[in-house]
């Protein structure tokens, strides 16, 4: 039936798998250290708690519905078909590359990418609030869509650009890095208004900054905005 895993010592994986599949559900917490290259694997009903010293393995959510908040360094991957939940009102960090065939979700919650390569050719990334905070370049790639309706921000430090037409729901778009649109078309689309301050550099290259926010739009620039699209 059910499955508690309560990590409070050291728990290393090594280079194989671990899965949880438990018909009643699995419940991994880890206050302290969990190790090793090899899967940490979910299927059906599954909360983890990555947090304590250091949550090492990848994380690949085969099927079902997993709630994970915390801090992930390394790879996660969802499934088509699978979710992703960050927990209503909490926050998970990845702090490595995250591809999502199924969805990422989360209201009121906080997705935290320290990643190079976002990989979204999903259902949808739905999580309310997108942060982009690593040094260098990152990249969003894919043509799943984004329905998280808080903030989409890109922290000082990070280069992020879009490999590809994207469109976001966001309300409140906050640039403090670099954001390049790299020749693609850039779509906002909030349910009602839209803010978006640039404190940093919106680099729009040759294509279109569409804004399409029924309760109305503010782009206000406080730093650098080029491009000749």
Known sequence: STLSFTNYGTFAMGSQTLAFDAPGGAAFRNPGTTSGGGLFQTSGTVSLYAGGTTFDPPLK????????WGTIQST?????????????????????????????SGVGSTFSFYGTT?????????????????????TITGAGSWTGTGTFYVASG?????????????????????FSLDNHVLTLNPAS??????????????????FDAPGGATFTNYGTTSGGG
């Open 118 to 138: 976002l990989t979204n050719t999903g259902s949808s990334i739905s999580v309310d609030n997108v942060y982009f905070y690593g040094t260098g370049a990152q």
């Open 61 to 68: 959510v085969v099927s079902g519905t997993t709630t994970a």
């Open 158 to 178: 990070s280069s992020t650009s879009l490999a590809n037409d994207v469109t976001m729901a966001f309300s409140d778009y906050q640039i403090y890095g670099t």
């Open 76 to 104: 996660i991957t969802v499934q088509a078909g699978a979710t992703l939940k960050v927990p209503d009102g909490n926050s998970l960090t990845a702090g490595s590359n995250v591809t999502v065939h199924g969805d990422l």
């Open 193 to 210: 208004t839209l803010s978006f301050p640039n404190f940093g550099t919106v680099d729009m290259g040759s294509q279109t900054l569409a």
